[in-house]
Structure formats: structure tokens, C-alpha cells
């Protein structure tokens, strides 16, 4: 299994200009999640998605979209970029808690972004 | 998901046991706490979970005191390689419609010294 992949692991974007984080995981997981983190702090939740076709805003969703087509991706659509989205970008996916899964979130290696 | 407080670093000598507190007063009683770490900006990786008893598992034990209000995280034998920020978080037990949805605090930075 290759678990959880991101792509692009960087990216430099200007100002106003739109892009999109790719999220895969082979896992059949049906939880998927979006997560940024700024330098020196923790994790802030962008995106959740319990399955395919239903998403849900986190704590800080101003600025980006996701869509869950599949149970196997979950893209983040970066629009109008400013500086504020410069960011290290983690997707993860999990189970759930029943059948005596761990419930623990499978984290990806992250997708850098500088917005210039 | 109730708040925890952990101290934002320590340092511990290799092959020592490592024990990082965290302090989770307003816990409720349906909810569980998570330990993961990260080491050097990758992503979060799961180490342990509990609810009411001690846990153990090939990384680390996790021992919750009997009032649920703080609990220890230990890593038995530290290594240079768990050099990484440790993260305690509480969460209730997953509600379907929620996912597994966690909040990630500043956490407590480990530095194992040789």
C-alpha cells in the first residue's frame, strides 16, 4: 500500500492565481481530512469528508473548496491564492473506532505552498 | 473536545524513558486521548490511545491517571530518532457524522540528547 500521497510536494504561487492539492489514499478509508500548518504551530482542520459525496467545513475552510468524487480522493482547490495560504498542506485519511480499528488518522507527507 | 495543556518542551537523554505529561482537566467521560508526534515537518504519525485504563503498544505506554484529569506518555527506551513534537489531543469517541476529525494544539517538543 502506498497509503496516503500528495501531490505536488511544492508549489509557488502569485498572488490571485488558483490551483489544486491532490489527495489519494489506498486504504478504502472512508474518513478524509485536509489539514494546514503554519511555521511553529500546530495543525488547523481545513476539510473533512465521512465518504464519497459529502464534505464538511473544519475550523479554517475561508478560501478553499474540496470535492469527494471517490472514496479514494480528496482534492483541495486552492482559489484566488494570497499570502495568508502559504502553508505546509497535510492530507490524512482513517477508520472509524468500530471493529476495533485504531481510529488513527494516516497522515501525508504534506504539499509545501508559498503564495508570493 | 475538552483542552489540554502540555509543557512546549523537554529534553531527555538517550536510552532514558522519556515521560511527557499532559493535562486534560475538563475531560468528559466519553472522550479518548490521542498521542501522536511529528517528526521534522512530516506528517503526524498515531502512536497511542486510551479511554480509562493504561495502554501499551510497541512504541510507547500511555498511563491516564483515575481521574482522567492528566495523563503520561512514555517512551520506554528514547532514541535520537524520537526526537519530534509530541501532541496530546482529546477527542469523544468517533461520531460517524463527524468523522475522527482531531484539533492538533502547539504540543511539546522532544529533544533526545545523546
Known amino acids: 500500500n502506498a497509503g496516503v500521497t500528495q501531490t505536488p510536494k511544492f508549489r509557488i504561487l502569485k498572488i490571485g492565481q488558483s490551483m489544486t492539492l491532490q489527495c489519494t489514499q489506498d486504504?478504502?478509508?472512508?474518513?478524509m481530512y485536509w489539514y494546514r500548518q503554519d511555521p511553529g504551530m500546530g495543525l488547523k482542520l481545513i476539510y473533512y469528508s465521512v465518504g464519497a459525496g459529502i464534505t464538511d467545513k473544519g475550523e479554517v475552510p475561508n478560501g478553499y473548496n474540496v470535492s469527494r468524487s471517490t472514496t479514494e480522493d480528496f482534492p483541495l482547490r486552492l482559489e484566488l491564492a494570497a499570502p495568508s495560504q502559504t502553508s505546509v498542506y497535510f492530507c490524512?485519511?482513517?477508520?472509524?473506532?468500530?471493529?476495533?480499528?485504531?481510529?488513527?488518522?494516516?497522515f501525508g507527507e504534506g504539499s509545501r505552498l508559498t503564495v508570493l | 473536545d475538552a483542552k489540554t495543556t502540555q509543557p512546549p518542551s523537554m529534553d531527555c537523554a538517550e536510552g532514558r524513558a522519556a515521560n511527557l505529561p499532559c493535562n486534560h482537566s475538563?475531560?468528559?467521560?466519553?472522550?479518548?486521548v490521542y498521542w501522536y508526534r511529528q517528526i521534522h515537518s512530516q506528517g503526524p504519525q498515531y502512536i497511542i490511545h486510551g479511554l480509562k485504563n493504561n495502554e501499551t503498544n510497541e512504541m510507547a505506554s500511555l498511563i491516564i491517571t483515575e481521574d482522567r484529569k492528566s495523563s503520561t506518555l512514555i517512551l520506554p527506551h528514547a532514541t535520537l530518532r524520537d526526537t519530534a513534537v509530541y501532541y496530546c489531543?482529546?477527542?469523544?469517541?468517533?461520531?460517524?457524522?463527524?468523522?475522527?476529525?482531531?484539533?492538533f494544539g502547539g504540543g511539546t517538543r522532544v529533544l533526545v540528547k545523546p
Open positions: 475538563t475531560i468528559s467521560g466519553n472522550e479518548y
Open positions: 486504504m478504502n478509508h472512508n474518513y
Open positions: 490524512a485519511s482513517s477508520w472509524g473506532l468500530a471493529g476495533g480499528n485504531t481510529g488513527e488518522l494516516f
Open positions: 489531543i482529546v477527542r469523544v469517541a468517533l461520531i460517524k457524522a463527524a468523522g475522527n476529525k482531531l484539533t
